[in-house]
Protein backbone atom coordinates (compact mmCIF):
# COMPACT_ATOMS: atom_id res chain seq x y z
CA UNK A 1 0.00 0.00 0.00
CA UNK A 2 2.70 2.31 0.90
CA UNK A 3 4.90 1.73 -2.20
CA UNK A 4 1.24 2.43 -4.37
CA UNK A 5 0.84 5.30 -2.86
CA UNK A 6 4.31 6.33 -3.59
CA UNK A 7 3.83 5.98 -7.11
CA UNK A 8 0.35 8.08 -7.25
CA UNK A 9 2.56 11.12 -6.34
CA UNK A 10 2.36 13.53 -8.75
CA UNK A 11 3.18 17.04 -9.49
CA UNK A 12 -0.18 18.50 -8.21
CA UNK A 13 -0.13 16.69 -4.76
CA UNK A 14 3.34 17.25 -4.69
CA UNK A 15 4.64 19.51 -1.51
CA UNK A 16 7.35 22.08 -1.61
CA UNK A 17 9.56 20.11 0.38
CA UNK A 18 8.85 16.98 -1.97
CA UNK A 19 9.86 18.66 -4.85
CA UNK A 20 12.60 20.00 -3.17
CA UNK A 21 13.46 16.58 -2.10
CA UNK A 22 13.41 15.43 -5.77
CA UNK A 23 15.96 17.79 -7.11
CA UNK A 24 18.10 16.49 -4.01
CA UNK A 25 17.70 13.06 -5.51
CA UNK A 26 18.70 13.73 -8.92
CA UNK A 27 21.82 16.16 -7.83
CA UNK A 28 24.16 13.33 -6.38
CA UNK A 29 25.50 12.67 -3.35
CA UNK A 30 28.64 15.25 -3.32
CA UNK A 31 26.14 17.90 -4.73
CA UNK A 32 23.44 17.05 -2.37
CA UNK A 33 26.07 17.09 0.69
CA UNK A 34 27.01 20.45 0.01
CA UNK A 35 23.01 21.55 -0.12
CA UNK A 36 22.35 20.16 3.43
CA UNK A 37 25.66 21.36 4.57
CA UNK A 38 23.85 25.08 4.37
CA UNK A 39 20.72 23.90 6.21
CA UNK A 40 19.59 23.64 9.52
CA UNK A 41 19.03 20.74 11.46
CA UNK A 42 15.32 21.10 11.18
CA UNK A 43 15.62 21.32 7.28
CA UNK A 44 17.53 18.57 7.19
CA UNK A 45 15.60 16.69 8.82
CA UNK A 46 12.65 17.76 7.04
CA UNK A 47 14.28 17.50 3.48
CA UNK A 48 15.67 13.78 4.77
CA UNK A 49 12.83 12.55 5.28
CA UNK A 50 10.82 13.79 2.39
CA UNK A 51 13.02 12.20 0.24
CA UNK A 52 12.21 8.91 1.23
CA UNK A 53 8.99 9.71 0.57
CA UNK A 54 9.21 10.61 -3.36
CA UNK A 55 11.15 7.59 -4.43
CA UNK A 56 8.39 6.07 -6.16
CA UNK A 57 7.71 9.39 -8.46
CA UNK A 58 7.01 8.48 -11.82
CA UNK A 59 9.50 9.97 -14.98
CA UNK A 60 6.73 11.97 -15.94
CA UNK A 61 6.46 13.94 -12.23
CA UNK A 62 10.30 13.92 -12.15
CA UNK A 63 10.52 15.93 -15.34
CA UNK A 64 7.28 18.17 -14.28
CA UNK A 65 9.17 18.93 -10.64
CA UNK A 66 12.49 20.02 -13.21
CA UNK A 67 10.02 22.05 -15.46
CA UNK A 68 8.73 23.78 -12.38
CA UNK A 69 12.14 24.28 -11.24
CA UNK A 70 13.72 25.73 -14.05
CA UNK A 71 10.89 27.93 -15.38
CA UNK A 72 10.92 29.44 -11.51
CA UNK A 73 14.98 30.03 -12.07
CA UNK A 74 14.53 32.17 -15.36
CA UNK A 75 12.03 34.37 -13.80
CA UNK A 76 15.11 35.43 -11.35
CA UNK A 77 16.48 38.57 -12.90
CA UNK A 78 19.95 38.46 -10.58
CA UNK A 79 21.13 34.81 -11.28
CA UNK A 80 23.85 36.17 -13.58
CA UNK A 81 25.43 35.65 -16.68
CA UNK A 82 26.57 32.39 -17.06
CA UNK A 83 23.46 30.79 -15.51
CA UNK A 84 22.68 28.85 -18.51
CA UNK A 85 25.77 27.20 -19.11
CA UNK A 86 25.37 26.09 -15.62
CA UNK A 87 22.27 24.62 -15.63
CA UNK A 88 23.09 22.64 -18.93
CA UNK A 89 26.34 21.12 -16.89
CA UNK A 90 24.58 20.53 -13.52
CA UNK A 91 22.10 18.72 -15.52
CA UNK A 92 24.44 16.65 -17.45
CA UNK A 93 25.95 15.94 -14.17
CA UNK A 94 22.53 14.50 -12.11
CA UNK A 95 21.17 13.18 -15.58
CA UNK A 96 23.65 12.26 -18.21
CA UNK A 97 24.51 14.05 -21.16
CA UNK A 98 21.08 11.81 -23.34
CA UNK A 99 17.90 12.85 -20.56
CA UNK A 100 19.72 16.15 -19.96
CA UNK A 101 19.71 17.42 -23.65
CA UNK A 102 15.71 15.68 -23.73
CA UNK A 103 14.91 17.91 -20.39
CA UNK A 104 16.62 21.01 -21.55
CA UNK A 105 14.80 20.81 -25.16
CA UNK A 106 11.42 21.78 -22.56
CA UNK A 107 12.69 24.38 -20.42
CA UNK A 108 14.58 26.73 -22.97
CA UNK A 109 13.43 29.87 -22.96
CA UNK A 110 11.10 30.83 -25.42
CA UNK A 111 12.06 34.27 -25.91
CA UNK A 112 15.06 36.56 -24.37
CA UNK A 113 16.71 39.93 -25.32
CA UNK A 114 19.47 38.46 -27.03
CA UNK A 115 18.02 37.02 -30.87
CA UNK A 116 20.56 33.74 -30.11
CA UNK A 117 20.63 32.85 -26.06
CA UNK A 118 18.60 29.58 -26.96
CA UNK A 119 22.13 28.47 -28.74
CA UNK A 120 23.11 28.99 -24.77
CA UNK A 121 21.45 25.83 -24.04
CA UNK A 122 22.29 23.66 -26.79
CA UNK A 123 25.09 21.27 -27.03
CA UNK A 124 27.85 22.67 -29.45
CA UNK A 125 27.58 19.76 -31.96
CA UNK A 126 24.17 20.86 -32.03
CA UNK A 127 24.91 24.60 -32.92
CA UNK A 128 27.43 23.64 -35.21
CA UNK A 129 24.69 21.58 -37.92
CA UNK A 130 22.80 24.65 -37.48
CA UNK A 131 25.10 27.06 -38.89
CA UNK A 132 27.39 25.02 -40.84
CA UNK A 133 25.34 26.67 -44.16
CA UNK A 134 25.41 29.97 -43.31
CA UNK A 135 27.66 32.63 -44.25
CA UNK A 136 30.89 32.85 -42.30
CA UNK A 137 30.11 36.19 -40.79
CA UNK A 138 26.70 34.60 -39.18
CA UNK A 139 28.88 31.94 -38.10
CA UNK A 140 31.11 34.47 -36.39
CA UNK A 141 28.38 36.23 -34.82
CA UNK A 142 26.89 32.90 -33.76
CA UNK A 143 30.12 32.15 -32.08
CA UNK A 144 31.07 35.29 -30.59
CA UNK A 145 27.58 35.67 -28.81
CA UNK A 146 27.97 32.11 -27.15
CA UNK A 147 30.07 31.49 -23.55
CA UNK A 148 33.82 31.50 -24.66
CA UNK A 149 34.57 27.69 -23.81
CA UNK A 150 31.37 27.43 -25.66
CA UNK A 151 32.34 29.00 -28.60
CA UNK A 152 35.39 27.22 -28.96
CA UNK A 153 33.80 23.57 -29.04
CA UNK A 154 31.60 24.96 -31.47
CA UNK A 155 34.73 26.08 -33.20
CA UNK A 156 36.50 22.33 -33.13
CA UNK A 157 33.94 21.13 -34.55
CA UNK A 158 33.50 23.36 -37.84
CA UNK A 159 35.55 22.36 -40.92
CA UNK A 160 39.40 23.47 -40.72
CA UNK A 161 38.89 25.52 -43.85
CA UNK A 162 36.13 27.48 -42.05
CA UNK A 163 38.26 27.91 -38.56
CA UNK A 164 40.78 30.91 -39.75
CA UNK A 165 37.66 33.15 -41.70
CA UNK A 166 36.19 32.57 -38.62
CA UNK A 167 38.39 33.91 -36.11
CA UNK A 168 39.31 36.68 -38.25
CA UNK A 169 35.51 37.67 -38.37
CA UNK A 170 35.05 37.51 -34.60
CA UNK A 171 38.44 39.54 -34.19
CA UNK A 172 37.17 42.02 -36.60
CA UNK A 173 33.56 42.35 -35.32
CA UNK A 174 32.74 45.62 -32.77
CA UNK A 175 29.27 46.99 -31.82
CA UNK A 176 26.41 45.07 -33.83
CA UNK A 177 23.95 47.33 -35.09
CA UNK A 178 20.12 46.20 -34.66
CA UNK A 179 19.98 45.47 -38.38
CA UNK A 180 22.79 43.12 -38.22
CA UNK A 181 21.18 41.28 -35.40
CA UNK A 182 17.95 41.58 -36.73
CA UNK A 183 19.59 39.97 -40.50
CA UNK A 184 20.94 37.11 -37.53
CA UNK A 185 18.01 36.35 -36.19
CA UNK A 186 15.44 35.88 -39.77
CA UNK A 187 18.66 33.03 -40.57
CA UNK A 188 17.87 32.01 -36.78
CA UNK A 189 14.20 32.02 -37.00
CA UNK A 190 14.40 29.55 -39.87
CA UNK A 191 15.84 27.14 -37.17
CA UNK A 192 13.76 27.66 -34.49
CA UNK A 193 10.96 30.15 -33.18
CA UNK A 194 12.80 33.26 -31.19
CA UNK A 195 11.49 36.69 -30.28
CA UNK A 196 13.96 39.42 -29.34
CA UNK A 197 14.32 43.29 -28.52
CA UNK A 198 16.57 44.35 -30.68
CA UNK A 199 19.60 46.70 -29.56
CA UNK A 200 22.78 47.12 -30.09
CA UNK A 201 25.31 44.69 -28.76
CA UNK A 202 28.84 44.74 -27.90
CA UNK A 203 29.92 41.28 -29.16
CA UNK A 204 33.19 40.19 -30.98
CA UNK A 205 36.29 41.78 -31.05
CA UNK A 206 40.33 40.83 -30.55
CA UNK A 207 39.90 39.97 -27.15
CA UNK A 208 36.54 37.70 -27.50
CA UNK A 209 38.42 36.03 -30.68
CA UNK A 210 41.49 35.56 -28.38
CA UNK A 211 39.34 34.13 -25.65
CA UNK A 212 37.92 31.61 -27.99
CA UNK A 213 41.06 30.27 -29.16
CA UNK A 214 42.75 29.79 -25.45
CA UNK A 215 40.12 26.83 -25.54
CA UNK A 216 41.39 25.68 -28.49
CA UNK A 217 44.36 23.19 -28.71
CA UNK A 218 47.67 24.25 -29.75
CA UNK A 219 48.00 22.95 -33.13
CA UNK A 220 44.69 23.86 -34.17
CA UNK A 221 45.63 27.18 -32.50
CA UNK A 222 48.69 27.72 -34.82
CA UNK A 223 47.57 26.60 -37.89
CA UNK A 224 44.48 29.36 -37.38
CA UNK A 225 47.19 32.30 -36.72
CA UNK A 226 49.37 30.92 -39.67
CA UNK A 227 46.61 31.22 -41.83
CA UNK A 228 45.72 34.57 -40.59
CA UNK A 229 49.07 36.09 -40.94
CA UNK A 230 48.78 35.68 -44.56
CA UNK A 231 46.15 38.19 -44.85
CA UNK A 232 46.87 40.34 -42.03
CA UNK A 233 50.11 40.03 -39.88
CA UNK A 234 49.07 42.56 -37.27
CA UNK A 235 45.86 40.74 -36.60
CA UNK A 236 47.69 37.95 -36.17
CA UNK A 237 50.21 39.38 -33.59
CA UNK A 238 47.24 41.03 -31.86
CA UNK A 239 45.30 37.71 -31.13
CA UNK A 240 48.69 36.15 -29.97
CA UNK A 241 49.25 39.52 -27.50
CA UNK A 242 45.72 38.50 -26.04
CA UNK A 243 45.81 35.05 -25.58
CA UNK A 244 46.91 33.24 -22.46
CA UNK A 245 49.41 35.13 -20.87
CA UNK A 246 51.83 34.79 -18.34
CA UNK A 247 50.05 36.52 -15.79
CA UNK A 248 46.55 33.93 -16.13
CA UNK A 249 49.39 31.50 -14.16
CA UNK A 250 47.96 32.95 -10.88
CA UNK A 251 44.76 31.57 -11.46
CA UNK A 252 45.94 27.72 -11.61
CA UNK A 253 45.54 25.41 -9.25
CA UNK A 254 48.90 24.92 -7.17
CA UNK A 255 49.72 21.02 -8.75
CA UNK A 256 49.48 22.25 -11.96
CA UNK A 257 52.20 24.86 -11.51
CA UNK A 258 54.40 22.62 -9.58
CA UNK A 259 54.63 20.12 -12.19
CA UNK A 260 55.34 22.82 -14.60
CA UNK A 261 58.02 24.50 -12.98
CA UNK A 262 60.03 21.27 -12.53
CA UNK A 263 59.98 21.73 -16.66
CA UNK A 264 60.99 24.62 -16.49
CA UNK A 265 65.07 26.13 -16.29
CA UNK A 266 65.82 27.57 -13.55
CA UNK A 267 67.06 30.36 -15.71
CA UNK A 268 64.30 31.39 -17.60
CA UNK A 269 62.15 31.21 -14.72
CA UNK A 270 64.16 34.02 -13.08
CA UNK A 271 64.15 36.24 -16.12
CA UNK A 272 59.99 35.33 -16.18
CA UNK A 273 60.21 36.30 -12.86
CA UNK A 274 61.77 39.91 -13.37
CA UNK A 275 58.39 40.85 -14.83
CA UNK A 276 56.11 39.18 -12.93
CA UNK A 277 54.70 41.36 -10.30
CA UNK A 278 54.27 40.51 -6.28
CA UNK A 279 51.20 37.97 -6.04
CA UNK A 280 52.15 36.01 -9.09
CA UNK A 281 55.68 36.02 -8.05
CA UNK A 282 55.17 34.60 -4.71
CA UNK A 283 52.44 31.98 -5.76
CA UNK A 284 55.00 30.35 -8.26
CA UNK A 285 57.75 30.59 -5.68
CA UNK A 286 55.38 28.91 -3.51
CA UNK A 287 55.06 25.90 -5.86
CA UNK A 288 58.76 25.26 -5.45
CA UNK A 289 61.18 24.00 -2.65
CA UNK A 290 62.04 26.70 -0.17
CA UNK A 291 65.76 26.56 -1.21
CA UNK A 292 65.10 26.55 -4.77
CA UNK A 293 62.87 29.74 -3.59
CA UNK A 294 65.62 31.34 -2.00
CA UNK A 295 67.81 30.51 -4.89
CA UNK A 296 65.61 32.17 -7.11
CA UNK A 297 65.05 35.29 -5.47
CA UNK A 298 68.84 35.99 -4.92
CA UNK A 299 69.67 35.35 -8.21
CA UNK A 300 66.85 37.89 -9.43
CA UNK A 301 68.36 40.37 -7.02
CA UNK A 302 72.02 39.53 -8.45
CA UNK A 303 70.57 40.10 -11.77
CA UNK A 304 70.10 43.87 -11.64
CA UNK A 305 68.17 45.80 -14.56
CA UNK A 306 67.11 43.61 -17.68
CA UNK A 307 65.82 44.33 -20.95
CA UNK A 308 62.05 44.24 -21.17
CA UNK A 309 62.09 41.80 -24.36
CA UNK A 310 64.29 38.86 -22.70
CA UNK A 311 62.23 38.98 -19.84
CA UNK A 312 58.83 38.62 -22.55
CA UNK A 313 60.81 36.20 -24.58
CA UNK A 314 61.46 34.14 -21.08
CA UNK A 315 57.73 34.43 -20.30
CA UNK A 316 56.91 33.07 -23.92
CA UNK A 317 58.68 30.09 -23.30
CA UNK A 318 57.17 28.88 -20.03
CA UNK A 319 53.59 30.03 -21.29
CA UNK A 320 54.46 27.62 -24.62
CA UNK A 321 55.96 24.63 -22.43
CA UNK A 322 52.87 25.46 -20.03
CA UNK A 323 50.24 24.97 -22.72
CA UNK A 324 52.08 22.21 -24.41
CA UNK A 325 51.58 19.99 -21.11
CA UNK A 326 48.08 21.64 -20.98
CA UNK A 327 47.57 20.27 -24.63
CA UNK A 328 49.01 16.76 -22.99
CA UNK A 329 46.59 16.82 -20.50
CA UNK A 330 49.47 16.59 -17.58
CA UNK A 331 48.19 20.34 -16.19
CA UNK A 332 44.91 22.03 -16.17
CA UNK A 333 45.82 25.76 -16.88
CA UNK A 334 42.93 28.05 -15.74
CA UNK A 335 41.63 29.58 -18.95
CA UNK A 336 42.45 26.97 -21.57
CA UNK A 337 39.33 24.91 -20.98
CA UNK A 338 38.95 23.96 -17.36
CA UNK A 339 39.40 20.16 -17.94
CA UNK A 340 39.08 17.72 -15.20
CA UNK A 341 41.70 15.81 -14.97
CA UNK A 342 41.66 12.26 -14.31
Known amino acids: MKAAAMSELDITTLTGVQKAAILMMLFGEKAAANVLKSMSPHEVQELGAAMYTVRGVSHETVNAVLDEFFDGLRRQTDVGIGANAYVRNVLTGALGADKAQSVLSRITPASSERPIEILDWMDPSAISELIIDE ?130 DQDVLILALKGADDALRDKLLGCVSSRAAQTILEEMENMGPVRLTAVQEAQKQVISVARQMADAGTITLAGRGGEQMV
Do not use: C, W
Not at 136 to 146: E, N
Not at 202 to 222: H, S
Open 135 to 264: HPQIMALVIASLDYSQGAEVLKILPEDFQPEIVRRIANLQTVQPDALRELEEVMQRKFKANTTLRASQIGGVKAAARIMNFTRQDMEQRILKDIKKDDKELMESLQDNMFVFDNLIKSEDRSLQTLLREI
